[in-house]
């Protein structure tokens, strides 16, 4: 998968010269230079790779650079050191011009206070990108609509901000990044004033969105659910420091330091794990040519493929012979916790498959109890 946006051992230093940036190499103390020459690091030696089309979260708590990291992304602040490169173009190359034309064109922002004009109608506001793009009114504006249809808000369109929930505002500044159609998406801090309930329909949104046309998300948020549940791959930063980019899994399973540790201490397994790492070998499995008969009968449980493993179904130890179509299986990626009441209420170990329906495991409900248990 190709990168859509590369940061490359990027430093930003505030209130005071880059040159404090050599003394940080040499192991000296951020909170004593911040406190000796008023220099904070909010941003140091970061580098990473975006994927196109991922839902790419940084998360840390207050204070940590992740806010300063989106905006030199989008170029509104330039790294004392290091570069970014966006689509293949660094933007410290780019002319002032060039810089507001990839912004206008190839990515769009999404901010926490929703950022409405209040005299202006939701139609108006969702087309408000386009509008300083300089994209005809007419046009505009069905692009808006259909924006704010995709979001649920076809009905509102003539409203303006006040007369709508939180939620509902937020969906509005979701439509007016949606409308310019960006290849990016970043997004600070969008769901965290909304109420749990409403974040979590948000998130619901996003990752429909996403599901309907993949964009490259960058989402920025301190909420460690919140990374968990949307996020295809997390980067932690403390104290402008990346302490580990991976996926939610490697990060529970894997951490790189104890600081990681500590961020997942809390986090139920259960929604972070994925069955894939709990299956197990079936203990009978059969190869069926396309002439064999299939087997009746069985002391326990036979799982039966053919030549290129494609699940045909089982030979159940109580049910007999059981297709494909009438036995409970598992999607290669489904989270533990999802698992759960499937492989609860069935008597044999529940076939995992992955998206060409072959057999990668079994997961027994022991294994799912071990996996929570931290066993696993």
């Known amino acids: 998968m190709t990168s859509e946006i590369s940061i ?18 040499e192991g000296a103390d951020p909170e004593q230079l911040h406190r000796q020459l008023g220099v904070r690091a909010a941003v140091q030696d970061v580098s990473l790779d975006i994927r196109c089309g991922e839902i790419f979260v940084v998360m840390g708590l207050s204070g940590s650079g992740k806010s300063t990291l989106l905006r030199l992304l989008n170029g509104l602040i330039r790294p004392s050191a290091g570069d970014v490169l966006v689509q293949g173009r660094s933007l410290a190359a ?3 011009s060039e810089l507001a034309a990839l912004r206008r064109h190839q990515m769009a922002m999404v901010f926490q206070s929703f950022a409405l004009f209040p005299h202006r109608s939701v139609l108006d506001n969702a087309a408000f990108g386009l509008e300083v793009a300089g994209v005809p009114r007419k046009v505009r504006q069905a692009r808006a609509t259909e924006a704010l249809e995709r979001v649920g808000l076809a009905q509102e ?16 500044g979701l439509a007016r990044a949606l409308a310019l159609d960006p290849p990016i998406l970043l997004m600070d801090e969008a769901f965290s004033a909304l109420d749990p309930l409403i974040r979590v329909d948000m998130q619901d949104l996003l990752l429909d969105l996403q599901a309907e046309q993949r ?43 104890e600081e990681v540790r500590r961020f997942f201490r809390d986090v139920d397994v259960a929604a972070v794990l994925t069955v894939d790492r709990v299956a197990m070998p079936p203990s009978r499995e ?14 326990e449980s036979l799982y039966v493929v053919d030549a290129t493993r494609r699940f045909l179904g089982m030979v159940s130890a109580q049910r007999g012979w059981l297709e494909a179509s009438e036995t409970t299986t598992l999607q290669s990626g489904t989270l533990v916790k999802d698992a759960i009441q499937a492989v609860a209420l069935c008597s044999d170990p529940v076939p995992l498959l992955d998206s060409q329906q072959r057999l990668i495991g079994v997961i027994s409900a022991h294994q799912l109890l071990r996996s929570m248990e931290g066993l696993g």
């Open 286 to 299: 059969l190869v069926l040519q396309n002439s064999d008969p299939r087997p009746e009968r069985s002391q």
């Open 94 to 96: 780019l002319t002032r």
């Open 215 to 257: 964009r490259t998300v960058v989402f920025i948020t301190h909420d460690l659910d919140e990374a968990i549940r949307i996020g295809d791959r997390i980067a932690l930063m403390q104290g402008g420091r990346l302490l580990q980019c991976d996926t939610a899994e490697t990060l529970l399973h894997q951490p790189a330091s």
């Open 157 to 172: 369109l003539r409203k303006r901000p006040a007369q709508l929930s939180g939620g509902m505002q937020q969906r509005v």
């Open 8 to 25: 490359d051992s990027v430093w930003k230093i505030f209130g005071g010269s880059p040159d404090v940036i050599h003394q940080l190499r």
